[in-house]
């Protein structure tokens, strides 16, 4: 799927029920292919329409015309209400979206949205076979905090895991 170039910058927008089947399409890649995700389990429609609804204004997309690029959110860190300030994320792009500032644009979008419903911190669990997705993060200002090692598995395999924050 190549860019349409007669749009100069993509659209980022609130997510809406109607990028339910997209969001879930292009997850579900992630999870069936690699180890940047890892679940196993594929999500649905449904799943992600629910996580749409509920999120609001944490669950971005960007759209170039007609063709969706990709995602990003951002959701509870932990349960208690003791840590209602801080949130975790997760972006996910489509191959073709890939190294063209689609990213960034999602994320930074997704910071002010962040910061005006009161949130001072995002953590980003990334894959540490996943150093393009470090990397990326290091560029938006997260900080390694820490590897856990072994804490996933998936192809029959242990996945290392890398926790990092970016104080809003």
């Known amino acids: 799927m190549a860019l349409n170039r007669s749009v100069n910058v993509p659209i980022i927008r609130p ?14 890649i992630i999870i069936r292919d690699t180890t ?10 449904e799943k992600q329409t629910a996580a749409i609804t509920e999120r609001g204004p944490a669950f971005l997309v960007a759209q170039d015309g007609d063709t969706f690029l990709g995602y990003a959110t951002y959701f509870p860190f932990r349960g208690p209400d003791g840590y209602q300030h801080t949130v975790e994320n997760t972006i996910v792009l489509t191959e073709s979206a890939r ?11 997704l910071f002010t949205n962040a910061r005006s419903a009161g949130i001072h911190s995002m953590f980003a669990g990334v894959s540490a076979e996943n150093p393009a997705g470090i990397t990326f993060h290091a560029k938006l200002g997260f900080t390694e905090l820490a590897r856990l090692a072994q804490v ?3 192809f029959d ?7 990092m924050q970016k104080m809003l």
Do not use: C
């Not at 395999?157 to 926790?163: A, E």
């Open 36 to 45: 940047t995700s890892f679940k196993s389990e594929a999500t649905t429609p």
């Open 99 to 109: 190294g063209h500032g689609i990213g960034k644009l999602l994320m930074t979008q």
């Open 157 to 163: 395999r242990w996945l290392d895991l890398v926790l």
């Open 152 to 154: 996933g598995r998936k």
């Open 15 to 28: 997510a809406t029920t109607a990028d339910a089947s997209a969001v879930a399409a292009l997850t579900n």
